[in-house]
């Protein structure tokens, strides 16, 4: 098992690093997404707004939780990492039942599987950069 003696203070430049790169790596899917797909771009969830919002939201509240991990588990990486991927599979969830949304023009089987896209771009940094023991290690 990896060193897994994590310093708290390193969040305060890891959780803001991983919070900015994961809302890049999802404004990236976005464009990506729209260049190759049709998609409604008043779709709330599509918006760049909406993205912003709830990747900040969401990005920022698994650095908290990572640091609640680091105080109550003797291996906060292997413990985090294994909630982060938890909490990716339970993010589809909401996503599988947009299509077909009545009142909700744009919520599409594409709109659905680019959300999910989303996701796991954003994702992809918390468990590359918020977890990676050379970044967090205590020294």
């Known amino acids: 098992m990896a060193d897994e003696n994590v ?8 959780g803001p690093l991983t919070v900015i790169i994961s809302l890049a790596a999802v404004l990236i899917v976005r464009i990506a997404a729209f260049a190759s797909v049709e998609l409604n771009g ?6 760049p707004t909406g993205i912003t919002i709830f990747t ?51 919520a ?14 954003a994702w992809v940094p918390v468990r590359l950069i918020l977890t990676n023991p050379a970044l967090i290690r205590r020294s």
């Not at 310093?7 to 890891?14: H, I, T």
């Not at 008043?42 to 918006?47: A, E, K």
């Not at 993010?91 to 744009?106: A, C, K, T």
């Not at 599409?108 to 771009?121: E, G, P, R």
């Open 56 to 106: 900040t939201f969401f990005v920022s509240l698994a650095v908290l939780v990572f640091a609640i991990v680091i105080k109550v588990s003797p291996t906060p990486i292997t413990t985090y990492r294994r909630i982060a991927l938890v909490a990716l599979v339970l993010s589809f969830i909401p996503d599988l039942f947009l299509p077909g949304q009545e009142g909700q023009p744009g």
């Open 7 to 14: 310093s708290m203070w390193r969040l305060l430049w890891v």
């Open 42 to 47: 008043d779709y709330p969830p599509l918006t």
């Open 108 to 121: 599409t089987w594409a709109a659905a599987i680019v959300l999910m896209i989303m996701h796991v771009a």
